[in-house]
């Protein structure tokens, strides 16, 4: 009868899962902590790192309700993608960090 050893399975999923973390941190290094990277234009896109305190602010839930009926859950960046022109995203978050 063959025999079947779990804690090996069990190390080599965890070696796997941190080196995937290690991948991901290493690529997100230069978002600091408290932010979060999405990508933002119409056609090209362009990197925006911004605080995930404007996840709770209603303007910008405005665009994330846009972004997931475009996109769903599914990001062609990897990231978040916002499809809108980038001086209106700038133009909002300007204004979310005067408020």
């Known amino acids: 009868m063959g025999l079947i050893r779990l804690p090996s399975l069990v190390s080599n999923v965890k070696c796997f899962g941190r080196s995937t973390s290690l991948r991901d ?38 665009l994330l309700r846009q972004s997931e009926e475009e996109f769903g859950f599914d990001h062609p960046m990897g990231g978040l993608t916002i499809s809108c022109k980038e001086d209106e995203f700038v133009k909002l978050t300007t204004l979310l960090e005067t408020s």
Do not use: C, M, N, W
């Not at 979060?36 to 303007?59: C, M, N």
């Open 25 to 62: 941190r290493s690529y997100q290094s230069d978002v600091p902590k408290g932010h979060l990277a999405v990508y933002v234009g119409e056609t090209q896109k362009r990197r925006f790192v911004v605080p995930i305190s404007y996840l709770d602010q209603p303007l910008f839930q405005v």
